[in-house]
Nanobody, 119 residues
Framework: QVQLVESGGGLVQAGGSLSVSCQASGSIFSIVSMGWYRQAPGKQRELVADITSDGSTDYGDSVKGRFTISRDNAKNTVYLQMNSLKPEDTAVYYC?????????????WGQGTQVTVSS
């Protein structure tokens, strides 16, 4: 099992910056990637960014060039720095972790943290 605890988020004006972080605990040795997804009201959950255990990153098209994902392996924590925020970035942001074991692939989710960007 993997537990994910998110922190950060909140309210910011358009053009501003915000950061969120997510710390993993439990069976962290077999985590192959961690990342962030978001879900706005009435919309499907979408990828924001993820980072693999070897540092490879992937970003959703709408956040490329504005958001940066990073990780601190010693702290089992992944960070998302969000710059040049837009009202359309408003959503609940969920931390995600993918763990692989000999018997399967498991996906874990945090409880979510609200990010609101005012115009």
């Amino acid at each position: 099992q993997v537990q994910l605890v998110e922190s950060g988020g909140g309210l910011v004006q358009a053009g501003g910056s915000l950061s969120v972080s997510c710390q993993a605990s439990g069976s962290i040795f077999s985590i192959v990637s961690m990342g962030w997804y978001r879900q706005a009201p009435g919309k499907q959950r979408e990828l924001v960014a993820d980072i693999t255990s070897d540092g490879s990153t992937d970003y959703g098209d709408s956040v490329k060039g504005r958001f940066t994902i990073s990780r601190d392996n010693a702290k089992n924590t992944v960070y998302l720095q969000m710059n040049s925020l837009k009202p359309e970035d408003t959503a609940v942001y969920y931390c995600n972790a993918v763990r692989v074991s000999a018997i399967g692939r498991y996906i874990y989710w945090g409880q979510g943290t609200q990010v609101t960007v005012s115009s």
